[in-house]
Nanobody, 115 residues
Framework: QVQLVESGGGLVQAGGSLSLSCTAS????????IYWYRQAPGKERELVAR???????VYADSLKGRFTISRDNAKNTVYLQMNSLKPEDTAVYYC?????????WGQGTQVTVSS
């Protein structure tokens, strides 16, 4: 079992940056892939990015070049650096992983981008 806690959300103007963190309650060194998702009001949850234990990253096509996912296994934390934010990036951002065929989600952190 693992608990995930996101932080770092807030209100930012368009063009600004935010850095989100997802801290796990146990070591993530043995967790292969950790994901960031987001869910905007009235929309389905969508995948933002994922990072493997070896540091391999994959991004949603629409976010490439603006968002960067990384992980620090020593700190049990995964980060999402978001630059050049747009109003359409407004959403609740969640981290997620799967351990022993069970999905774990954090409570989410709200990101609001004003125009």
């Amino acid at each position: 079992q693992v608990q995930l806690v996101e932080s770092g959300g807030g209100l930012v103007q368009a063009g600004g940056s935010l850095s989100l963190s997802c801290t796990a309650s146990k070591s993530i060194s043995s967790i292969n892939t950790i994901y960031w998702y987001r869910q905007a009001p009235g929309k389905e949850r969508e995948l933002v990015a994922r990072v493997t234990v070896g540091g391999w990253t994959v991004y949603a096509d629409s976010l490439k070049g603006r968002f960067t996912i990384s992980r620090d296994n020593a700190k049990n934390t995964v980060y999402l650096q978001m630059n050049s934010l747009k109003p359409e990036d407004t959403a609740v951002y969640y981290c997620n992983t799967n351990v022993n065929n069970r999905a774990y989600w954090g409570q989410g952190t709200q990101v609001t981008v004003s125009s």
